[in-house]
């Protein structure tokens, strides 16, 4: 996170115990997660790729770890390994569409952790209206392109930015092939100042976290995008860029809530 604040345990325990953070088998951060059940966090598709983590030929060296504001503190008590991986299956690595997974963890997440777990937007809020505030979170860097991860979760406050602006920026085809140009309906972008006027945003490392809105305005956070790209970090002409959750409720209540046991990837 970029010019963010830093979040302490007292309010980590309080109101960010919905982030986790993905770490290979030696501790190495590299993607953010939310937690949505006792048993799944949802993720970005991308941070499941091969090159995003130290061990390329196994899936078994994910491990979410949860509770705590200092990623350092993973103990056997709140660090859990990974029983399922379910990307969606339209994900597009070349288009970095579709950008959102879950993964299932057999143990319970929230026992004895500390950790809570927030529910996903449905269709039909008006969450996503352009200048909505919300905030984004992870041990991403904060100064783009350094490769250093700040050991405490660092946070921002954040607005909806409108889908012609993001999508004017990053000069998107909405349709791939065609020249029709917009912002993906599976895409929702954002972009902040903070007290002291300094553009804050999202970074390397703070992929698959979350967007959520801001507990004031709508009584209990909402996880609204997962940290998906962006064009450098923290450039006003950039907005950040997150995949859309409550376009993805189908797949969710598939992956999540013992829904209807056939997805066809619709959405
Ligand atoms: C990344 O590489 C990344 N400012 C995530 C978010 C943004 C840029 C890069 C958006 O993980």
Redesign the pocket.
Known sequence: I?NGVEVDDAQFSTNYNYLASLQTSTNFHY?GGTIVSPHHIITASHCLEPSAWSDPSSHSDIFIVVGAADRGLNTEVNRFKVEEIIAHPCYDAAMTNYDIAVLRVEEDLLEGTGARSIPWAIPGTDMYATGSKVSTSGW?TTVSGSGTAPNFLMTTEYEITSNEVCGAAYSMPTIPGTTLTGLPETMVCGSGTNADGLQT???????GGPLVTVTSEYQGETLLGV????????LPE????YAKVEMFHKFLDWAVSNGPNTFDGSD
């Open positions: 970029i993607c991403g945003d999202s970074c390397q490392g703070d992929s940290t998906s790209f962006g064009i450098g970090c923290a950039y907005p950040g860029v």
